[in-house]
Every structure is written in structure tokens, then in C-alpha cells.
């Protein structure tokens, strides 16, 4: 208990600036959902979908690759430097080639006027990439207070510089059009600019980011040993590929929206379908912090003779928690979440969002299942398991996208199915074959139970129908005292065990 105390701890740390983040950026859906139209915003998430790609490609799985030598090798900073010095080269050699080709970059894409756009995001993506293992270090060596400190100033610039280029300066240049003030403004503001003012607000975060590691990056040895790099390459060049698969189950629909339905709705339901999908944020946020914080825990937790008795609880507690999240998002989505975080325009997709809720809650199960094959080496079996869900992803998305307005599943309807059965299949799959290299004994019962009492307990709220706003949500709320009392009824003999 004391191991699975001490991973909750951390995973709140790191929960921290994710939860607060979160809700701090997502405090911005509102805001781009009216500001802009549903098309303008389909097109800012069809240029993030391409940086979660390439992000995959520039860090060619050196994180874990870190972790695992990070725990081997008696020379950590040997480790650190080999690594940092890799992701330098390959990012500074990313940034000149998609500078000097941003215009056919642009073309290709189908966004020729926008070439600004590529250059931007190759900074971003390159700036992101070298910071990627200092934030691994810090990670490995519980440092979970500076990074957590560095990850929400990352978050507050690039809050406060969508605000006030997106809202104060237009209400400067509105409201006193001739005072010191607005001419200030017009020094560093266009009119004509609108979504670029996100993608330059993301831009200076990530900038001023990497400014903040300095200390650590500094601090390296800047020494590359190739006997141990061609080792860790070898060990990441599989979990490259389970990346790059990886980012096609979970950003690719958007693009495939895009290009697979007819180019005078398409971007307006790509705006649709990613406002709704941010409705998971609550799910996002948990996964987040928690992978944060689990997968250093998972190799140093490797060493102890208990650790797949620790692996078991934690993936019996972190059923409960994603069960409970999925059922708070539900049973208030209509009556707060929706009315809150959502533009009218975009609430047209409500219907995608428990599909979406699920299908993000099978990738948290997987991604505790993965820890198997990293454990024991065997990292091409994360490059099958993320070619499988996206060799389903792909297939059922130009299946279902393109399909007649008809029928039931269509565009982004196509795609979060899709979605769903790409990671169950995942979820299921990996189980199956992890049991065969390296068994843990998971409580099934359980995994089913809390969930089948979640969905079950959602099931009831769609079919009991309250009139008044007052009396609807005292029942939404009993159903969640339910089902609290069905978890604290099973784990209490476990609960009442555990020393604070």
C-alpha cells in the first residue's frame, strides 16, 4: 500500500498543473467557440493533428527509452547527455529541412496560403522535442514540484496571450481607438489575424519553456557515447513505431474528416467533433498526470518482489477513479458541461461524447496493461498492438466517415466508433498477450463491475426523465452517492487497512 500511496502522491503532483491547465485552457473552448466559426476552428485542430504526428516522429520514443536506461545504467548522466544530444541534432536538422520546403510543406497539406503556419509549428514542434527529456529527468528523479511549476507557467503564457491577443486587444482598438494605449496595440497587433494569435500564443510558451529547463539541459555533460546510443536506439525504434501508430488511432480521424467528406462541411465538422471530444477532459486530465507519474514508478517498482501484486491493486483503483469520471461528465453533460463549455453552434455532437468518454477510458486501461513489454524488452509488441488499432482506425474511418447522411453512423459519428472499438480492441488485445510474457493477476470482477455499474448507473439517468433543474440534479447526484456506496462497500476492508 505504502508503493500505491506513494504513486497516488505523485500522480497529484503531476495532476496538478494538468487539472488546473486543463481547466484553464479549456476556459478557451468557450471563447474560440464564439469567436470563431465552427470551419476556423476545424482548421486550428487539423494543424495540432499534424503536430501530434510529427511530435511522435521528433522524439522517436527517447522518454521511455530514457526511463528504462535511466534505471539500467549506473552512469545517469551519461544517459541524460546521450539522449539530450540526439533529440538536439534531429530537431535542429527537422527545423532547417520543414523551413526551407514550407511552402511545398503548405501545398501538400492543402493549406498553400498558409506557409507561415508550417514555420511556426516547426518551432514549436522542435522547442517541445528538446525539452522532452529534461522533463524525463525531472520525472525520474521525482523532481514532480519543478516540473509541475514549469509545466503551469507554460500554461498561464499561453493562456494569457490567447486573451489578450484574441479579446484585449480588440477591445483596446475598439473602445479607445486613439489613446497611447491602442497605438501600443497596433505595434504588435493585426486585425487581420485571428487562429494565428493561437498558434503564436503556443509558439512564445513553448519558448520560454525551454528557457525554464535551461538549468538542467546546462548542467549535462555534452557528451554523446555511440555504443549507448545505438543501444537505446534499438530499443526505441519500436515504440517510434507504436507512437506513430499510436497518434494515427488518436488524432487522424480529425484529418480524415477533413479530407473524406465533401470540402463544404468538412472543417465545420471537424470543429464539431473536437469541441465535443474536449468534453473528456476530465479523463484526459486523469490519464495524463497519471502516465506522468506511473510509468517511472513501474520501473523502479520493477525491482521489488511485489510488484505485480502492486500492478494489480493499481489497476483496480484506477478502474474506479476512470469509472467515476466517466459517470460525473454524464450524468451533468446536458445541464452544466454543455451549457457551460460549449458554443450552441457545436452542441449539435453531444452524441459523440459518451462514445468518446469510453474509448479514452479503454486507452487509460491499455496503457496500464503496456507496462508488460516495456518491462521485459520486448517494445515491438507496442509497435503490433498500435499498427493493429491503427490498421482498425484507418479502415473503419474511410468506412464510416464518407457514408450517406442517413445513416446513423456517418462523418464524425464514423469516427468516434471508430474510436471506440480501436481501443477495446487494443485494450483486449494487449491483456490477452501480456498474460503469456509476463502474467499479472488482474481482478476482471472488478473491472467489470465498476464499469458495468457506471454505464449501467448512466443508462438510468438517460431514461429517468425529471422536469426542474433542482430536483434533475439531486437525482444525478444520488446516482453518483450509488455508486461511491458500491465502491466503498468492496473496498473498505482494503481501505480500512491503509495507514495515513
Request: overall charge positive.
Amino acid at each position: 500500500m505504502n508503493a500505491i500511496k506513494r504513486l497516488a502522491g505523485q500522480t497529484a503532483i503531476y495532476g496538478i498543473p494538468s487539472i488546473l491547465g486543463r481547466i484553464l485552457s479549456y476556459l478557451l473552448v468557450p471563447l474560440y467557440t464564439r469567436v470563431f466559426l465552427p470551419e476556423e476552428y476545424g482548421n486550428v485542430n487539423v494543424f495540432y493533428s499534424y503536430v501530434s504526428f510529427l511530435m511522435i516522429i521528433l522524439t522517436y520514443g527517447m522518454e521511455t527509452t530514457f526511463f528504462r536506461f535511466n534505471e539500467k545504467e549506473n552512469d545517469k548522466e551519461k544517459v541524460f547527455s546521450t539522449g539530450m544530444i540526439s533529440l538536439l541534432i534531429t530537431s535542429i536538422i527537422f527545423l532547417i529541412m520543414v523551413s526551407f520546403y514550407a511552402g511545398s510543406i503548405a501545398r501538400f497539406i492543402d493549406y498553400a496560403n498558409y506557409k507561415i503556419y508550417v514555420i511556426w509549428f516547426a518551432w514549436i514542434l522542435a522547442l517541445d522535442a528538446i525539452a522532452s527529456i529534461p522533463f524525463a529527468r525531472l520525472r525520474a528523479q521525482n523532481k514532480a514540484r519543478r516540473f509541475a511549476t514549469i509545466k503551469m507557467v507554460n500554461i498561464i503564457t499561453n493562456i494569457f496571450l490567447n486573451l489578450f491577443f484574441i479579446l484585449l486587444c480588440p477591445f483596446i482598438l475598439k473602445s479607445f481607438g486613439n489613446s497611447t494605449a491602442a497605438h501600443l496595440v497596433k505595434l504588435i497587433y493585426r486585425t487581420d489575424w485571428g487562429i494565428e494569435y493561437i498558434f503564436i500564443s503556443n509558439l512564445i510558451a513553448s519558448g520560454i519553456t525551454l528557457l525554464m529547463l535551461f538549468p538542467e539541459i546546462a548542467a549535462t555533460k555534452w557528451k554523446i557515447h555511440p555504443d549507448l546510443w545505438k543501444k537505446m536506439l534499438f530499443y526505441a525504434f519500436p515504440l517510434l513505431f507504436a507512437g506513430m501508430a499510436g497518434i494515427v488511432n488518436e488524432t487522424f480521424d480529425r484529418l480524415l474528416l477533413r479530407y473524406l467528406l465533401p470540402k463544404d462541411i468538412a472543417t465545420y465538422q471537424v470543429g464539431i467533433y473536437t469541441a465535443c471530444y474536449k468534453i473528456s477532459i476530465l479523463m484526459t486530465i486523469f490519464i495524463q498526470a497519471y502516465r506522468y507519474a506511473a510509468e517511472p514508478f513501474f520501473f523502479a517498482q520493477a525491482k521489488e518482489k511485489d510488484a505485480k501484486l502492486v500492478y494489480a491493486r493499481i489497476m483496480d483503483y484506477f478502474i474506479i477513479v476512470v469509472s467515476l469520471i466517466f459517470l460525473v461528465t454524464m450524468v451533468y453533460l446536458d445541464d452544466i458541461i454543455l451549457n457551460t463549455l460549449v458554443g450552441e453552434k457545436y452542441r449539435e455532437g453531444r452524441g459523440v461524447i459518451p462514445v468518446l468518454m469510453l474509448a479514452n477510458l479503454f486507452l487509460g486501461v491499455y496503457y496500464n496493461l503496456s507496462i508488460w513489454y516495456k518491462l521485459v524488452g520486448k517494445t515491438v509488441w507496442g509497435a503490433w498492438f498500435s499498427i493493429f488499432g491503427a490498421v482498425i482506425t484507418l479502415v473503419l474511418n474511410f468506412w464510416w466517415i464518407p457514408l450517406s447522411p442517413d445513416h446513423m453512423i456517418y462523418g464524425y459519428y464514423g469516427s468516434a466508433w471508430a474510436t471506440f472499438i480501436c481501443y477495446g480492441a487494443m485494450m483486449i488485445v494487449c491483456y490477452l498477450i501480456g498474460q503469456r510474457f509476463f502474467p499479472i493477476q488482474y481482478n476482471l470482477l472488478k473491472f467489470f463491475g465498476y464499469l458495468g455499474a457506471a454505464i449501467l448507473l448512466y443508462f438510468v439517468k438517460t431514461i429517468v426523465v425529471i422536469d426542474g433543474a433542482i430536483l434533475r440534479f439531486l437525482f444525478h447526484s444520488l446516482l453518483l452517492i450509488i455508486y461511491l456506496g458500491i465502491v466503498l462497500a468492496v473496498e473498505k476492508p482494503k481501505i480500512l487497512k491503509i495507514k495515513i
